[in-house]
């Protein structure tokens, strides 16, 4: 014990201790007006999957009524059934898992070499090349279906899934999403010492880029495959009904001269559950990895 701790009586020791630690350690509580506005907002975001359930589960004559059913009915397995049977679920969600896992790996990969490299790096025109990458996502993809549709039926990929896959492999919006986080959240401090101990490109990209562009990357890996996963337009051109996506899949059910909205719904329902799992599965992890790259940085 000191002899500034002997001057300072015991109970003022004790007070200032407790106090320290608490202010380091203390957690901010929200308010219950905070609470009721998360409750409305989480409703209206729930509302329009809880709609699709319920209409999945009743007829379609008793979707035509009035006022619309406000709950579950008892033909939720039928309806599930007949759309999974109707629109040929099975191979759609095989060729789905496939056409998005690759998309959604490649792009984070690609973007995520990309975005380090217009970061970290210095090379003739960097900035000319990042300008024609952001200029890119200006342009609408409509445009590009007809050459890219051309170009496909030239390599003879018509109605392959390769055809839907090849145009996404990494995004311009990946790459710039990735940039941006780097250019904080990578020291450059960082690679330069990697660089005095001998490490070579590889290792510095596999040891020090991606650990610490680890969350970006769980966020970039999500958005893709959302996106990937519920794309219509280009595999509707691309793909046919013998080798379809989950969406183009679900096209089919629209079709006929009086279309069930019922079993319409309740495809969407089955369309939307592998979102559902993949996010109730990774969302915690992606949350966390966004909060420890918050707290790092």
């Not at 629209?254 to 329902?269: E, K, N, R, S, W």
Request: aromatic share 10%; no cysteine; charged share 10%.
């Amino acid at each position: 014990m000191t002899t500034s701790e002997l001057t300072i009586p015991r109970s003022v020791r004790k007070e200032r201790r407790p106090r320290g630690r608490m202010g380091a350690g203390k957690q901010l509580h929200a308010g219950p007006v905070t609470y009721v506005v998360l409750t409305v907002f989480a409703l209206v975001s729930l509302a329009p999957l809880v709609w699709t359930a319920i209409a999945a589960s009743r007829t379609d004559r008793r979707l035509a009524q009035t006022p619309p059913p406000l709950w579950f009915g008892a033909n939720l397995f039928k309806n599930l059934q007949t759309a999974w049977d109707q629109a040929g679920l099975g191979t759609a969600m095989f060729n789905s898992v496939i056409v998005a896992g690759t998309i959604t790996v490649s792009t984070v990969l690609f973007s995520t070499l990309a975005g380090f490299a217009f970061a970290k790096l210095r090379f003739r025109f960097s900035s000319l090349l990042l300008l024609l990458t952001i200029g890119t996502m200006m342009i609408p993809p409509q445009l590009a279906v007809v050459p890219l549709y051309l170009w496909m039926s030239d390599l003879g990929w018509s109605n392959q899934l390769q055809t839907v896959i090849l145009p996404s492999l990494v995004t311009a919006f990946g790459t710039f999403f990735m940039r941006q986080y780097l250019v904080q959240a990578l020291p450059t401090e960082l690679i330069e010492a990697a660089r005095v101990d001998g490490a070579s490109s590889i290792r510095v990209v596999w040891h020090v880029v991606f650990p610490a562009a680890r969350p970006a990357m769980a966020v970039l890996g999500l958005l893709t495959f959302v996106f990937a996963w519920n794309d219509f337009l280009w595999p509707i051109i691309a793909l046919n009904q013998q080798n379809p996506t989950v969406q183009v899949a679900l096209n089919s059910l629209g079709t006929g001269y009086v279309p069930d909205q019922a079993v319409i719904m309740a495809g969407a329902l089955l369309g939307t559950l592998p979102l559902l799992v993949a996010f109730l599965l990774f969302g915690k992890q992606i949350v966390g990895g966004i909060m420890q790259g918050a707290i790092k940085g």
